[in-house]
């Protein structure tokens, strides 16, 4: 099992362009994360999906929109890239809710906005 | 509002044992996590209590007092592999789980 992957590793943008992060699972998870993380703040949770079909905004969620394309995979797009949201972005799942939270977390993606 | 507080950074010795505290508000609780996280890399999961008391995972501890909204993890005998950053996280309300900042454990020689 390869767990959770993102893709791309490393991008760099320039200000207004819009790209997407990629996130998949091959556990069979039901639910997962988008978090940022910027030094000093911890993660912050950008938006979730508790489940295949069903999104919902976290701490953070301006800027950014997701899709939950099926079980396996979530994406997370920036429409118009802010430097605001230069960070790191890791995906997250967990294989039931309301039980035992152990978060899967993916390599992430270490995104520069210019 | 919600909030998770703990310290920024520890610095303990080879062998010895260091305890990470951590204090909590949030609406709602369901339970408290540690995760751990290399320099470059992603947070592992390291241990979850639901329910007060210490739970032991070899020489990795971790205790939570839900009256007090408080919980710590515990390492024991510390290697130098030990050095990187600890979160703790709740999860809430609606499921969504807040991270502390992380504290940054130094393991010295």
């Known amino acids: 099992n390869a767990g959770v992957t993102q893709t791309p590793k490393f991008q760099v943008l320039k200000t207004g362009q819009s790209m997407t992060l990629q996130c998949a699972q091959d556990?069979?998870?039901?639910?997962m994360y988008w978090y940022r993380q910027d030094p000093g703040m911890g993660l912050r949770l950008i938006y979730y999906?508790?489940?295949?079909?069903?999104?919902d905004k976290g701490e953070v969620p301006n800027g950014y929109n997701v899709s939950r394309l099926n079980k396996r995979e979530f994406s997370l797009r920036l429409e118009s890239a802010a430097p605001s949201q230069t960070s790191v972005y890791f995906c997250a799942s967990i294989p039931h809710e309301g039980v035992l939270d152990t978060q899967y977390f993916g390599p992430g993606t270490r995104l520069t906005v210019l | 509002g919600q909030s998770l507080e703990q310290p920024s950074e520890v610095t303990a010795v080879e062998g010895a044992i260091v305890q990470i505290n951590c204090t909590y508000q949030t609406s709602g609780f369901y339970g408290l996590s540690w995760y751990q996280q290399h320099d470059g890399g992603a947070p592992t999961f390291l241990s979850y209590n639901g329910l007060d008391g210490l739970e032991e995972k070899g020489r990795f501890s971790s205790f939570l007092s839900r009256s007090d909204s408080y919980g710590y993890l515990l390492l024991q005998e510390l290697q130098m592999k030990d050095s990187a950053s600890y979160l703790c996280a709740v999860r809430g309300v609606s499921f969504k789980t807040i991270f502390g900042a992380g504290t940054r454990l130094f393991v010295k020689a």
């Open positions: 999906s508790a489940s295949e079909g069903t999104t």
């Open positions: 556990m069979n998870h039901n639910s």
